[in-house]
């Protein structure tokens, strides 16, 4: 079932920038999403109207169901957000900062704000003052802010920027521990494509406004097979491969199709005189995915 669902958003900015052009895709339930694209592709523009700080000049974002446009409250109830540098009182402790947020709504629940506190890995540090926190405390303290309303979606924008080889592990973990272990539904804007490799189930790569690419993170593609193809044959082999309908891009990485083995496909390939200097199986990256769809070249 769709949880966040993203129709057809439009926004062109007053300077006459056309940020968003009928972008549209949607999150399931229990799913990591990873959004994608160049400095200006539009990734936060979207995060701002999923917020409700931004309105579109077309399209809607619904969550569970109900508009942030038309049912904002209702909405947005459902989301917490880390969405641009967490800012919080520095002559306070964490535990101090989380109480005085907790009085904005007139909530406080003491043993379920230790549970969170525990759960983001800051209880030793917990009662000391946020100016002696670390970078990465401090992104897991805002962690901690956003999971108190118990939201079904989190909305991660950049959360590893600034972090430490070290932070950028321990959030990477904290943030699957809440998928598996408390169903958590995160949409994450990340430029690390190697965390969003590690971290997402799909992804969505934008360019200029436009939608390029909504699937599968190529570490989690269990159908495609793809093996790297060496050879001097070029042209002779492209010739053979399509007879059997498999496809070889420019760097020679070949696609098997569905109703064929491997091994059919190199039988093909030596039958058709084509020498094979070697034949190794390929594992597409998402860095290759991105690059060829998402260069600006
Ligand atoms: N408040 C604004 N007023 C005018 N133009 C804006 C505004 N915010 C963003 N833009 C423009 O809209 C386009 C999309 O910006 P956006 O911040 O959504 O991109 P992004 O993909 O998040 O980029 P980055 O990776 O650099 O954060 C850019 O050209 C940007 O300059």
């Not at 520095?90 to 535990?95: F, Q, R, V």
């Not at 100016?131 to 992104?139: K, L, N, P």
Request: glycine share 10%.
């Amino acid at each position: 079932m769709a949880l966040l669902e993203v129709r057809h958003l439009t926004k062109r900015w007053p300077t006459g920038r056309l940020a968003l052009d009928d972008v549209g895709f949607e999150m399931r339930e229990g799913e990591i999403l990873g959004l994608l694209g160049h400095n200006g592709a539009g990734k936060s523009t979207i995060m701002g109207i999923t917020l409700g700080m931004v309105r579109p000049d077309a399209g809607e974002v619904r969550i569970g169901g109900r508009s942030v446009q038309k049912d904002r409250g209702a909405a947005l109830r459902q989301i917490g957000a880390i969405y641009e540098a967490a800012c919080f009182y520095d002559y306070l402790s964490g535990w101090q900062n989380l109480r005085v947020l907790c009085s904005l709504s007139g909530w406080w629940d003491e043993a379920e704000v230790k549970r969170v506190v525990q759960m983001v890995n800051l209880s030793r540090a917990i009662h000391h003052k946020t100016a002696t926190y670390s970078h990465g405390m401090r992104q897991r303290l805002a962690l901690a802010q956003t999971l108190l309303p118990q939201p079904k979606i989190l909305l991660l924008d950049e959360p590893t920027d600034g972090l430490d080889p070290e932070g950028i592990r321990e959030f990477r973990e904290l943030i699957l521990h809440l998928r598996k272990h408390h169903g958590m539904t995160i949409m994450l804007n990340s430029h690390l494509l190697g965390e969003v490799e590690q971290m997402c189930d799909r992804c969505v790569i934008l360019k200029d406004g436009k939608k390029v690419f909504e699937g599968a993170v190529p570490s989690q593609e269990k159908s495609r097979r793809m093996f790297q193809l060496e050879t001097n044959d070029i042209g002779l082999a492209r010739e053979v491969l399509s007879r059997s309908g498999a496809t070889m891009d420019k760097h020679g990485i070949v696609e098997v199709p569905l109703d064929m083995e491997p091994h059919e496909l190199v039988a093909a390939l030596v039958n058709g005189r084509v020498q094979v200097h070697s034949w190794q199986p390929h594992r597409r990256t998402l860095e290759e995915l991105y690059m060829g769809l998402s260069s600006r070249s």
